[in-house]
């Protein structure tokens, strides 16, 4: 009896543990949500102004993105590890395409693999994906992600290879239930590349010059480093 007492305490010990280790996972994970609602729409609005988007902010974008959802995959539970990179690497696959054509956005318009990339973000297996990302975060994070792939599986569409190996992703839906998010990430992105700290208001002063830059024109990197230069005085941002 006693051994038999010993092996059921240390079976229900163990299960209590595996618990506990998800629960802080799933805590881990619900850390970044914030950070993934606000890359999606970042990237959603960089998709929809694709021609006009500066080389390095569209960088900055998809760096922010994949950067949120590579660390959402290192935390996740095993119930939810697979659909996250398997949105993660569609993301990836279009950061490649892109990076193929040294962020341009005019030549990705023609070019056919970036908009392949583009197209992929539609498919079954990638709206399935972040359709069962987003369930979760609902059900365990008390958060409803209204942006990304808001598609239902459409299966009419063929699984197609691409210049990168990976399984990509479906519509972009952008809402903007959180635009304001959306912009002071980009800024917080953009200051910590420089190792700049900047506050909260100054981040929305700074996301909202460097978003409004993508509209018009394509603007090379000159230009845009001028501008962030401009961005940083009007904001009160300390540069040293």
Known sequence: MLIRRFVV?????AFVVSGCGEQAETDALCGYTTELESSLVATGVMIESLGSVPPRQMQSTIGVLTGTLSVMAEVATSAIKQDVETVERSYLELAV???NVYWDGSIALADTNAQQSIANLSRNDNVEALSALREFVTEQCSVNLQSGINGLPDSDMPITSTSFVVDPQEELNTGFDNEETA????AYFLAEQRGIAITSEQALCLGSEMMNLAVGAVVSDEVFDEALVKAFALCNIDVE
């Open 183 to 186: 912009t002071r990430s980009y």
């Open 9 to 13: 305490l240390a079976a229900l010990s």
């Open 97 to 99: 395409a892109l990076e």
